[in-house]
């Protein structure tokens, strides 16, 4: 069921979601399959589609991606601690990346993107290229997700660890490489904020630099 959202509310209040994602409700997979055929209404270079969707039911699995995430996430936060320590803003998503360690293999549905094609070390222009084919996806699918009451998280702590995850789940590492996980959950209540940002003047540029 669709959220009464007009475009832009969708736009302004897809947040990453970590604290209210709904643990305990299930996920039908039909809402899962309406968000990635939406998905696959991005933009592909050169007709390629060389999307995949790996979605992550399976709480094995689930586990072992949620221990590789926090194999990162821990001395992440440790790094952290100093800012987080002078500063609220840095306190309050280290807070809610804590919690989503704790949690993340009790998130029903890990949702990694991936793309055919690896770039390691390769120029810009072909990097460019090849994550502009998959990111518009994801993010697509993040906003479908929004549209229909379920919350996600753009994280890419696991890709610290992407062969890892790749021989977990089946993925061929040496053709296809991984954009992200997105944990995916119902939210707890619908009702998002759009985020602060600095003013719009201080990152346009008209005409010139
Ligand atoms: C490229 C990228 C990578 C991110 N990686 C992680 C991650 O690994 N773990 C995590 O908990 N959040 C991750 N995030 C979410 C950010 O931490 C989140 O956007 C941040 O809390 C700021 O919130 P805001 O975007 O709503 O301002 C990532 C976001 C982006 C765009």
Not at 97 to 124: F, K, N, Q, S, W
Not at 133 to 156: D, E, H, Q, Y
Request: hydrophobic letters at 45%; a neutral charge; proline letters at 6%.
């Amino acid at each position: 069921m669709l959220l009464d959202l007009t475009p832009d509310e969708v736009l302004a209040t897809t947040r990453s979601v970590r604290k209210r994602l709904d643990l305990s409700r299930p996920v039908e997979r039909e809402v899962l399959s309406e968000c990635l055929r939406l998905a696959q209404q991005a933009p592909t270079a050169s007709y390629a589609q060389n999307w995949h969707f790996m979605v992550v039911t399976d709480p094995q699995r689930r586990a072992a991606l949620a221990e590789l995430w926090r194999r990162y996430a821990g001395p992440y936060l440790e790094r952290r601690a100093a800012a987080a320590a002078a500063d609220q803003r840095v306190a309050r998503i280290s807070d809610a990346v804590r919690y989503l360690a704790e949690h993340l293999h009790e998130v029903p549905v890990h949702m990694i993107p991936c793309v055919e094609g690896r770039t390691d070390r390769a120029p810009v222009a072909a990097q460019a290229s090849r994550w502009g084919s998959i990111i518009p996806a994801a993010w697509s699918f993040m906003l479908a997700a929004r549209a229909r009451g379920l919350g996600t998280v753009w994280t890419t702590f696991h890709l610290h660890h992407e062969r890892e995850a790749a021989d977990l789940l089946g993925i061929p590492f040496e053709s296809v490489m991984q954009a992200a996980l997105i944990p995916v959950a119902y939210t707890i209540g619908t009702d998002f904020k759009p985020a602060a940002r600095h003013p719009l003047e201080t990152m346009v540029h008209w005409d010139r630099w």
